[in-house]
């Protein structure tokens, strides 16, 4: 303990007297309910030791009717908005802290100019100073519901990443809405329709002054290996052996940033990669859509390099995508293994680490 010099002392004790009991009764119940109420706070302080003693008789009957009023409310401890002396572990900052798979339902905006309401998942993050205990995670999903009944489309998006970047006093911020969007699909030659869902997620990024939009879409198609196809082809001309070449259920990721003044709509996103890929999985099957189906996959045989590079034509070619990530997984009915390939345009997405977990999140089941 630091000794007080006696002049100093004696200069303290002059201007200030001694408190009173009446006065110290009062700032030991101060520092009693701080105890209380902030077990955490106190032991910071080195208060542990002064929380009430005795026995305390705890009521076991829920109070339905007590009012939090607002003095109640100020009483009540806030540990993420606490002192920095209550941080654990290292003064670092912390790239991004926030919610994931916070679930409502909300309107999003069509191509043709409709809305459709969707189960919308959404991952809401900040950026953390090192100073700072944490944050008021809920004020994400508050911020959120400011925005309740609205159409979403990117600039709404960013509408909401802004409130709850003002209201966390963060530098920079992360939104992402996944969901699942349904097309109208036709069979390829009985006629027939049928809705098909595609994994949808849009993401706005904000470091500092720069921001990022970015459209996210899988893909799933079937993919007819063209080694297997030739080699099946050999065995019926050169045998006169039935042979039928491997095809598989496979998935296409595309990650692109969204660039411009023009819209990018799912749709078009789709749309390419149809164009690229004509062989997508299909909804309504009679048997001469299936029949047509495995002509086009034999008019149509890739492999997985073939399939990045054929999107990343089809991506590269609209003047509203910027840089872009394509990521294909072909889930082999020949191997045990998958082929996997990888293809990005800019420094957005260069990386040269990847989840481990990445290839096997692209598994689409039925």
Request: charged residues 20%; hydrophobic residues 40%.
């Amino acid at each position: 303990m630091t000794m007080i010099a006696p002049t100093l002392a004696s200069d303290i004790k002059k201007s200030s007297p001694a408190p009173s009991v009446d006065e110290a009764q009062a700032a030991l119940s101060v520092l009693r309910r701080l105890a209380a109420h902030s077990p955490a706070e106190a032991a910071a302080l080195g208060l542990s030791t002064l929380a009430a003693s005795g026995d305390v008789v705890l009521n076991r009957t829920y109070p339905k009717d007590f009012v939090a009023d607002d003095n109640y409310k100020a009483t009540l401890p806030d540990l993420q908005n606490g002192p920095e002396s209550l941080i654990k572990g290292t003064r670092r900052s912390i790239q991004h802290v926030g919610i994931s798979n916070f679930r409502l339902p909300l309107d999003h905006r069509q191509r043709d100019g409709g809305l459709i309401s969707l189960e919308t998942s959404i991952t809401g993050s900040v950026s953390l100073d090192a100073a700072k205990k944490g944050i008021n995670m809920s004020r994400i999903m508050r911020s959120f519901y400011g925005h309740a009944g609205e159409a979403f489309d990117f600039a709404r998006i960013e509408a909401v990443l802004d409130s709850y970047l003002n209201d966390l006093e963060s530098g920079d911020a992360r939104l992402q809405l996944s969901f699942r969007y349904p097309m109208i699909k036709p069979s390829l030659r009985s006629g027939l329709e049928g809705f098909q869902y595609y994994d949808v997620s849009f993401e706005s990024v904000r470091q500092g002054e720069d921001s990022l939009r970015i459209l996210h879409l899988d893909y799933v198609y079937s993919s007819t290996c063209p080694c297997s196809l030739e080699l099946s082809e050999h065995a019926r001309v050169s045998r006169g052996q039935i042979a039928t070449p491997h095809s598989q259920r496979s998935v296409a990721r595309l990650s692109v940033v969204v660039q411009g003044d023009h819209p990018l709509w799912i749709e078009d996103l789709v749309g390419m990669c149809n164009n690229a890929i004509p062989t997508e999985t299909q909804v309504m099957v009679k048997r001469e859509d299936e029949q047509a189906f495995a002509e086009l996959n034999a008019s149509n045989a890739i492999f997985v390099e073939d399939a990045v590079r054929l999107l990343c034509e089809a991506l590269a070619g609209d003047d509203r995508i910027g840089d872009f990530r394509v990521i294909a997984s072909h889930q082999e009915s020949l191997h045990s293994h998958d082929a996997v390939s990888i293809l990005t345009r800019g420094q957005t997405f260069s990386q040269s680490s990847h989840d481990p977990r990445l290839f096997a999140s692209l598994v689409h089941t039925g």
